[in-house]
């Protein structure tokens, strides 16, 4: 279809008084430079690769504690948020070229056009910034598993190495996947950011001798919060796949 994704970008969304502290840190992390700052109040930049196309932007907001969404350029945009309507998601903005969307369950989104980015970033010492991870309550998890399965149709939907996961992977190139996870209780939807990580103990440290703060340890992963207060997690998947490491 003419309106399917041909590119991602993992979003960093953080408060405005913090902004400058989350984009040295993100920078830092994923080996990037910031664009010039755009919009009307110079709120977006873009963390930009030599040598490949971004797949990462910040956005400082006016409220809140921020957290993370996805952009996905397309081939037609009004093809692709008709589909997502008809899904069940809402529109927020609509700005002509490209819109803000929210999902059955809450999380926002936008689509603009592709301009043709293909060329995805490097693993960067180990790391790499590879999805989005949106945190769903447990009456809101079947519905949005369903809508997200259903707007990317020529993605993969499989489940996740744990009954509460389940990932929405991209085609081979696009740099950012999606997992969807069940909470244990019943709260707004947010997302973070997560890293998959060759050693996810080297790469903990790395980021706090830079001013990430550990927040907590899971099954697998390891939650941090950055300089801005922004919680994300140190994943063991391996980078150049984002899948499980596969046993020796």
């Known amino acids: 279809m003419s309106g399917r994704v041909r590119w991602t970008y993992a979003f960093i969304d953080r408060p405005a008084g913090a902004f400058g502290a989350a984009c040295a840190f993100w920078t830092a992390v994923t080996g990037t430079?910031?664009?010039?700052?755009?919009?009307?109040?110079?709120?977006?930049?873009?963390?930009?690769?030599?040598?490949?196309?971004?797949?990462?932007?910040?956005?400082?907001?006016?409220?809140?504690?921020?957290?993370?969404?996805?952009?996905?350029?397309?081939?037609?945009?009004?093809?692709?948020?008709?589909?997502?309507?008809?899904?069940?998601?809402?529109?927020?903005?609509?700005?002509?070229?490209?819109?803000?969307?929210?999902?059955?369950?809450?999380?926002?989104?936008?689509?603009?056009?592709?301009?043709?980015?293909?060329?995805?970033?490097?693993?960067?010492?180990?790391?790499?910034?590879d999805q989005v991870c949106v945190d769903l309550a447990p009456s809101a998890y079947d519905g949005e598993v369903?809508?997200?399965?259903a707007l990317l149709a020529d993605w993969e939907s499989v489940p996740g190495s744990r009954p509460e996961f389940h990932v929405i992977k991209p085609p081979p190139g696009l740099p950012v996947r999606i997992l969807l996870q069940r909470l244990g209780e019943e709260r707004p939807t947010t997302a973070h950011l997560d890293l998959a990580c060759a050693d996810a103990g080297a790469t903990r440290a790395e980021h706090e001798r830079l001013g990430a703060e550990f927040a907590a340890e899971g099954f697998g992963w390891t939650v941090l919060r950055d300089p801005a207060g922004g919680l994300y997690c140190l994943t063991g998947r391996a980078p150049e796949t984002g899948g499980l490491p596969t046993p020796c």
């Open 33 to 129: 430079r910031l664009s010039e700052l755009r919009g009307d109040d110079k709120e977006f930049t873009t963390l930009l690769h030599d040598g490949a196309d971004a797949c990462v932007k910040a956005q400082a907001v006016a409220s809140g504690p921020g957290g993370a969404h996805l952009d996905f350029p397309v081939e037609d945009v009004r093809e692709f948020m008709d589909a997502a309507l008809r899904l069940g998601a809402e529109t927020v903005a609509d700005h002509g070229t490209w819109a803000v969307l929210r999902s059955p369950a809450g999380q926002l989104f936008c689509t603009m056009p592709w301009r043709a980015e293909s060329v995805r970033p490097p693993v960067v010492r180990g790391s790499r910034l």
């Open 146 to 149: 369903a809508f997200w399965s």
